[in-house]
């Protein structure tokens, strides 16, 4: 495995992540990686993402990501002590990762109640759903990410799994803050895999 964090820090997907980190006044994360070689099934996607977090790497990519994002004074997470509560990622449809997304921009608690406007959402959502999926696949969806044609195409060639934050908690330590904000949504294709977390405090 390979961390591949840094090739996604692109301008939409940065505005995305600062705009969740805004509305949620939390610390975002978008961490990839990469297997040596294309999964074809939920099972070893899941057996690699387990992999992944009990290996050094998750870490170090998590380290490589406030450096990239300016959080050198930030408190840094560590794993617990103990035997690591690994969670384990429950599958979701391509409509709940999209919902997901908007819920980030538009529905989860607001500590200091700032508002993203529906249109500025969507726009952030689409360019950073573009950057993440292949351009090929655009031309089948219809200009607004959230819709059945984004869902129906997603689906058919990604998997996404929501991923139980108590058990994170317990994994990761010092990350959620349990305010309304907190999600890991796991999600990939082939070889390259990518985690969404959100925390948000007051």
Request: proline share 5%.
């Amino acid at each position: 495995m390979k961390s591949r964090t840094s090739d996604f820090q692109v301008p939409a997907v940065t505005a995305f992540l600062d705009a969740v980190d805004q509305r949620l006044n939390g610390n975002s994360y978008l961490l990839v990686f990469a297997t040596d070689e294309p999964l074809s099934d939920a099972e070893a996607e899941k057996t690699a993402f387990a992999a992944w977090l009990k290996s050094p790497l998750f870490i170090s990519m998590v380290d490589e990501s406030r450096r990239i994002r300016g959080w050198r004074g930030r408190t840094k997470a560590k794993k617990g002590g103990g035997p690591p509560m690994l969670p384990e990622p429950r599958p979701m449809l391509a409509s709940a990762f999209a919902a997901r997304l908007w819920w980030l921009l538009q529905e989860a608690a607001s500590p200091y109640d700032v508002v993203v406007e529906p249109a500025q959402a969507r726009k952030l959502i689409w360019n950073f759903v573009v950057e993440l999926f292949t351009a090929a696949a655009w031309e089948f969806c219809a200009a607004e990410p959230l819709d059945g044609q984004f869902a129906a195409w997603v689906e058919s060639d990604w998997r996404f799994y929501d991923v139980d934050v108590d058990r994170f908690q317990r994994f990761f330590r010092g990350y959620f803050d349990d305010l309304g904000g907190d999600s890991a949504t796991f999600f990939g294709h082939g070889e390259t895999f990518f985690l969404l977390l959100s925390n948000g405090t007051d």
